[in-house]
């Protein structure tokens, strides 16, 4: 009977009567189809899944230059799609940079940076530009001018901190000029070595470090992609973002898709730079890149996540500033083109939302995908109500950081809900799970995944609970098919089905059985995208080394 069903699958198939180039065999595939169907093998061909079986089935379609990689017993889930990550601008910089993602204590921490003092000599700047937060060290704080200076040297370092805080040490602050509180913007401050206050001042202050060169730029958007590969992450939603302009800023990515070396699927927003003027901004910049310009590896998507700067984190806007928004917000759907909003607030998001519907009563907007980013706390009524519009729900890892912050404001009942996951798939609220890497958050999907299903903040501490903490088949769906939606093409990735893309990992352990804390510490061992390994470590190594 399963043998029937396979060979019924395979004849649907327009790829049908073609040997695989490629048969993965002797695993547990989670299909992550509707029937939630595990099989034993898959079979890749022209970039496509060509079938899906027991080994038998499988092996039974292999020619003569067919490859077969045996899995050894291995998981193998489609491709992660992480949907909101700032993964264009980490690029860039992933060459120079210092990461602190994943480390334990401070003291780790100066090891990374002496490390990398030692590996680019003196006067270079020791840059880490985020993706850690002081809970996750043993020592529950933030590292001292003193401790930097030790482990950089003679040579100058800057530590920031999502965008509130960053520190310098000594020659770091003399290479930039800066004194004291004078030569920072303000509202500024300044003490032992840190510079503290929002987020304009932070944003800034980065624009005064130097940049890579662009061969720097090039090589770390290579690095940075295959460093996703071994995360199993197979595409990203790019929304923009500070310290990113709209012109040169995206070249290094496309120097990379050109040379047909991008390893994941990059579809990319658009975001305003100029404060009041951003409806003239994003005519030009889109005057020649319609609404899904590009391929299947590298996608113009639309506006965001900063649409107009008034409304960036606007509990109470004006009428001005609302009608402003509306006459960008009708602009986009005149011209078919997603839209994502940065909107933190449910108990505001109601501006937004009415907006919405005023410009879907002028020019529909239901088969337009736009979406809310970073709305923690989502009432069953906002999800209601941007389900009724078809307007999907990014969510990210803010209460991860501030989880605890979070349940301090509004009590433990409030926080076990936030975010409402299982509420939106019920619903039938469009979800997609990411990161909003990498200066606030990490780019780790599994740090992700792990914080869905346990609950507990980087502290440790347990803040979600109850109704909320998905299954983990369902936690799975936000980062992959869920994901996959806001980009268009849920119809051809985000599950292993026939006729898809074959976008895969090959996990280090079971991610359906492996103890919940040991989830964060999964990766990769085998990755492909449109059936091209990507990635491969271990017994896998040569396979990547081949393509």
């Known amino acids: 009977m399963y043998r029937a069903i396979c060979i019924l699958m395979l004849a649907a198939s327009p790829l049908a009567g073609q040997a695989p180039e490629t048969i993965l065999v002797n695993g547990a595939v989670v299909s992550l189809d509707n029937d939630s169907s595990i099989h034993q093998a898959v079979a890749v061909h022209d970039g496509r899944i ?16 067919t490859e077969v990689i045996d899995l050894g017993g291995r998981t193998v889930i489609p491709g992660l799609i992480d949907s909101h990550i700032h993964a264009i601008r980490a690029a860039r910089s992933f060459a120079t940079e210092v990461n602190w993602i994943g480390t334990s204590s ?3 921490a100066m090891e990374r940076i002496r490390v990398k003092a030692e590996a680019v000599g003196p006067d270079q700047w020791l840059i880490v530009a985020g993706g850690w937060d002081e809970e996750q060290f043993e020592e529950k704080r933030r590292p001292s001018q ?47 070595g840190a510079i503290s206050g929002p987020a304009s001042v932070i944003v ?69 730079q100029t404060a009041g ?9 889109t005057g020649m890149t319609p609404m899904g310009f590009g391929d299947d590896l590298l996608r113009f998507n639309g506006v965001g996540e900063r649409v107009t700067a008034a409304m960036n984190n606007n509990d109470d806007p ?10 960008v917000a009708r602009w986009v759907a005149e011209r078919g083109m997603s839209m994502t909003v940065h909107w933190p607030n449910d108990a505001s998001v109601h501006h937004l939302l009415d907006l919405f519907e005023q410009v879907d009563r002028d020019v529909p907007i239901d088969d337009l995908r736009w979406s809310v980013a970073h709305l923690n706390d989502a009432s069953d009524a906002t999800l209601e109500r ?30 076990a809900r936030a975010p409402a996951v299982v509420t939106a798939q019920r619903l039938g609220t469009p979800t997609g799970m990411g990161t909003d890497a990498h200066r606030v958050a990490t780019y780790n999907p599994f740090t992700a995944l792990q914080w869905l299903l346990d609950g507990r903040t980087i502290g440790g501490v347990q803040v979600r609970s109850g109704s909320e903490i998905p299954s983990r088949e369902a936690a799975l769906r936000l980062y992959t098919i869920g994901s996959a939606w806001f980009s268009h093409d849920d119809d051809r990735r985000g599950s292993l089905e026939v006729g898809k893309y074959a976008d895969l990992a090959v996990l280090s352990e079971d991610y359906l059985t492996v103890p919940v804390n040991r989830i964060g510490g999964l990766e990769s061992v085998l990755t492909m995208v449109g059936g091209k390994v990507v990635y491969g470590s271990g017994e896998f190594e040569d396979l990547e080394s081949r393509d």
């Not at 920031?160 to 004194?179: D, H, V």
């Open 318 to 327: 004006s009428d001005s500033e609302l009608e402003r928004f509306y006459d």
């Open 50 to 65: 060509l079938a899906l079986g027991t080994n038998g089935d499988i092996q039974s379609l292999a020619g003569e230059s």
């Open 106 to 108: 401070i003291p780790e």
């Open 277 to 285: 003027n951003e409806l003239a901004e994003f005519q030009d910049m």
């Open 146 to 192: 003193a401790e930097l200076t030790a482990a950089a040297g003679p040579n100058p370092a800057y530590v920031q901190l999502g965008y509130s805080w960053a520190l310098l040490t000594p020659r770091g602050l003399e290479m930039l000029g800066i004194r004291g509180a004078e030569d920072i913007s303000a509202p500024g401050r300044f003490e032992n």
């Open 204 to 272: 800034g202050l980065f624009d005064r470090l130097p940049s890579p060169t662009y061969e720097e730029q090039v090589e770390g958007t290579r690095l940075f992609f295959r460093e996703l590969n071994r995360l199993a992450i197979t595409g990203v939603g790019d929304p923009g973002g500070n310290n990113l302009a709209a012109g040169t800023d995206y070249h290094p990515l496309f120097d990379v898709w050109r040379s047909g070396d991008l390893t994941v699927r990059v579809v990319y927003s658009l975001g305003s």
């Open 386 to 415: 941007m389900r009724d519009m078809g307007v999907g729900w990014t969510v990210q890892l803010g209460m991860y950081y501030g989880g605890e912050g979070f349940r301090d404001r509004v009590g433990d009942r409030a926080s």
